[in-house]
């Protein structure tokens, strides 16, 4: 009895491992066939013909209200402060501004414009404009409508945030165009 008891276990221990073989075979199959399936981010972007200035440019277009009156000074002012400043399209619809690294974001939502400096823990607020963020890095500042911006003070963040960017080592932005 003991030789038939061995035969089926070892019967047992292969049809076992065949079957843990192909379990293990079929994820791996599967991501292959996901893989391939989707198309990668570099064709995707590639693709697109429209710059990132065009987008902004639409977005603001877009919003028929405040919000957008608001964004279009905000950029403007960017522009006059940074002339060298590089505008990029970010995370599925932000307007992101770079000289040396990214610096600043303004993105529209339905009750303000939030304006995002990346480095805005480490630059001076005399005029405290910074009304967000209490992390160790980021600040920004909610502008509702009806609020005023003081551009003075507004434009000397912005050159804050460049001669940060300028002066340390601060990431680049990957895919952001010149």
């Known amino acids: 009895m003991s030789g ?3 035969k089926k276990a070892a019967a047992k221990k292969t049809t076992a ?3 843990t073989a192909t379990v293990a075979k079929k994820p791996a199959a599967r991501r292959v066939a996901t893989k391939a ?3 990668s981010k570099a064709v995707a972007r590639s693709s697109d013909p429209m710059s ?3 987008r902004i440019d639409q977005r603001i277009a877009s919003l028929d209200d405040w919000r957008g009156e608001r964004l279009a000074e905000i950029r403007k002012l960017i522009h006059e ?6 505008e990029d399209w970010k995370w599925m619809g932000t ?4 000289h040396d690294g990214m610096y600043v974001l303004a993105n529209p939502h339905k009750d303000k414009v939030k304006i995002t400096f990346f480095h805005g ?3 001076p607020d005399p005029k405290k404009l910074f009304t967000a963020g209490e992390g160790g890095k980021w600040r920004a500042i909610d502008l509702r409508e009806g609020d005023k911006l003081d551009t003075t003070a507004f434009k000397a963040l912005l050159r804050a945030a460049v001669a940060y960017n300028t002066t340390y080592s601060v990431p680049k932005s990957k895919g952001s165009r010149a």
């Not at 402060?81 to 590089?86: A, G, H, Q, R």
């Open 17 to 19: 491992n065949k079957k």
């Open 121 to 123: 823990a480490r630059l």
């Open 81 to 86: 402060v940074d002339p060298e400043v590089v």
């Open 52 to 54: 990132a200035s065009e």
């Open 95 to 98: 307007p992101v501004w770079s």
């Open 4 to 6: 038939k008891t061995t």
């Open 37 to 39: 399936a989707k198309p």
